[in-house]
């Protein structure tokens, strides 16, 4: 499972590293980083609850 984040989208609130810490990191100048960019299967429910919770709909998978 790939993630795919909308960078244009994303308004860095933090929400999906809340979520899933493992795995999206919100930087100090508030861009936001991919830790892992193969979400291994026992992050996969974080992962979902990550794109679910985001309010702009960035996060998807592939
Ligand atoms: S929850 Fe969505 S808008 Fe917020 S930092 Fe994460 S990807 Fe960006």
Redesign the pocket.
């Known amino acids: 499972m790939k993630v795919v984040?909308d960078y244009d989208?994303?308004?860095?609130?933090?929400?999906?590293?809340k979520a899933a810490p493992e795995i999206?990191r919100?930087e100090d100048d508030d861009t936001?980083t991919v830790l892992i960019d193969n979400v291994p299967d026992d992050l996969k429910e974080k992962a979902q609850e990550?794109a679910r919770?985001?309010?702009?709909q960035?996060?998807s998978y592939e």
Do not use: D, T
């Open positions: 984040v989208l994303c308004e860095a609130n933090a929400l999906c590293m999206f919100v936001l990550a919770l985001c309010p702009r960035a996060i």
